[in-house]
């Protein structure tokens, strides 16, 4: 049988339940504590966009614009394990991308986190910076970038 494609939406306050599971399972040592999921699906100025299979949340992203607009930031970007590898993280990053209204868009990650890596590059992200001992565990954190105004042409 044919897997389901995912669907991309605005998410909610409702949708909480579902995202602090998603943190969890996926980030097992930095899931983001109640108070930030909450903020994260209402603080206005949030981009927030989850990817669903069947009414359910498999994905979520969301960014930001700070520094007066000059730059964007992805915050968080998880899909469950067992929907890993169909596409829904390059997806979501996409379509976040579009709703971002900056020129420039960062991402920080762990340095071991190959899969990340990988798919921020292959999205067009480069390497900028190094955050030594960024993560509570030591690790550092590599800084990426896009340049979305070479894109848009803007
Ligand atoms: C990172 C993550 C969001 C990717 O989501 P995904 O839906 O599996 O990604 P996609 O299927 O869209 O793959 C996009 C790219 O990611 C890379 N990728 C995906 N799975 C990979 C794997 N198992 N190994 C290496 N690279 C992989 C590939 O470069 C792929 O590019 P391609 O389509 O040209 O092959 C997902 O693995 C995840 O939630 N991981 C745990 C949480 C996390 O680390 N989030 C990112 C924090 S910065």
């Keep these: 049988m044919l897997a389901q494609p995912a669907t991309i939406e605005t998410a909610t306050w409702r949708d909480l339940n579902a995202l602090r599971h998603l943190e969890q399972v996926c ?3 930095d899931s983001w504590p109640l108070l930030d999921l909450i903020g994260v699906l209402t603080f206005p100025g949030v981009i927030r966009l989850k990817a669903s299979v069947d009414n359910t949340m498999v994905g979520f992203i969301a960014g930001d614009v700070r520094d007066k607009k000059r730059l964007g930031w992805i915050t968080t970007l998880a899909v469950l394990p067992q929907y890993q590898g169909r596409g829904i993280g390059r997806m ?4 976040c991308e579009k709703l971002i209204d900056a020129p420039v868009i960062r991402r920080n990650v762990r340095i071991s986190n190959k899969t990340a890596i990988n798919l921020y ?5 480069e390497q900028v910076s190094i955050w030594p001992g960024y993560y509570h565990d030591g690790e550092d ?8 105004y070479i894109i848009r042409g803007v």
Aim: aromatic letters at 16%; glycine letters at 4%; proline letters at 5%.
């Design 121 to 125: 590059r292959h999205c067009g992200y």
């Design 27 to 29: 980030f097992p040592l």
């Design 141 to 148: 954190a590599f800084i990426l970038e896009k340049k979305v």
């Design 92 to 95: 979501l990053l996409e379509e």
